[in-house]
């Protein structure tokens, strides 16, 4: 029977959340004191893609939406994008990450996120020269991400540090001690971080009633000569959590996410018909050199039309954002799984922020395991 000290830690999820904070535990050996880490997951970065698995089907860009007085989404959005940022400038687009400008738009307001200041290159731009109407428009360099890449170089990083990764789905946290799970992990876990996102709603013993989904439906086109990121943002500041936004996201790989929309408690898993010409519509207003240059007379921005951008659909997709009424849980309490009581690191409930946030949030969970409270809430 192991000890204490060489029980494993498992953290229950492989999206952008659990794999950071799988990474992030690795490379705190003061944290692990050299317990195994144990990666459990009904979903892998390499499975077909699947609308309850939020992190494959992002955009995904760094575009915050930390309100001026958000502090906690502010420091956790600046910090990720600086791990972001710098890795881009250490290994450019190998694992996935873009670095490209950022054009933001917006429709019934005249200011910005503060925190969009904080960019690279940030200004503001007369909003006279946007490609559709618009009263406010701002402009800096910001990150795209491709999720299968991102998600497949933090795997890799999970492995070369000794980590684990195991498919099963987990009914409850009891169920840690049960010989199912004590085979793969070689014992009752010691600790436990809970990454389930949407998955949190129905894990037993966490059953948290206050996450639900946002539906969020996106068109996949191949669009190569598009490198430049834009965003329409309808009547409210905030930067996506509510008014209507319009999106073009530009992935490294060639191909571009337009999107989008965000349907609270939508469990539709399958792409609507009217919705898919809506977010086409919707897109060549803010982006109009979407449609293949060479189907343009030279300068002709004026008049792009739906049918030439069809052709360029790879697919319509479908997520569901893990949402949670007052925000992301990050928070450690003891449970009991098997014979002991052990501390449960809460780390779920990002919304249409997970990527943007994910080192952050890794690190304060990783924290809170570390010294028991001190995390930077
Ligand atoms: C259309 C759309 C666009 C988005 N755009 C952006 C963007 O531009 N920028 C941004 O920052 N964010 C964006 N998001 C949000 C982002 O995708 C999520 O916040 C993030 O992916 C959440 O990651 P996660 O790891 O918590 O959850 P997920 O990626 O959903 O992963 C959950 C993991 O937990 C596992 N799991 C759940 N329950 C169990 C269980 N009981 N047993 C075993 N395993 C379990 C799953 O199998 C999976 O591995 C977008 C989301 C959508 C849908």
Redesign the pocket.
Known sequence: MPTASQRPIVV???????LTTAVRLLESPQVTRGRSVHV?????PTDPLDA????????????SFADDGDERLRRWDKRTFQVLYDEWLAVGESSGLMALTQTELWVGSKTHLKIYEEHPDFKVLDPATAPCKADHMVRFTSLTITPALYLASLERRLRSLGGHLHR????SLASLSSPQFTALTRGTPSAVFV??????L??GGVADGKVYPTR???VRVRAPWVRHGWTRQLGSLDGGEGGQRTYV?PRCTGDVIL??TREEGDWEAYPREETKRDILTRVLEICPTLTPPNTRAEGDIATPKVAELEPLVVDH?V????SRTGGTRLEKEQVAIGDSVVPVIHN?G????????SWATAEDAVELLGDGASAKL
């Open positions: 229950l999820g492989a999206g952008c959340i659990g459990i997951a009904a979903h892998h309850r698995y939020a992190s494959t089907i992002a955009g995904a860009h760094h575009l099963a789905h987990v009914p990454c389930t996102g949407l998955g949190a129905t894990l969020g439906q996106v996201i999107g989008g997709l997520g569901f954002r893990p779920y990002h919304g249409g922020a997970g990527w943007q946030s």
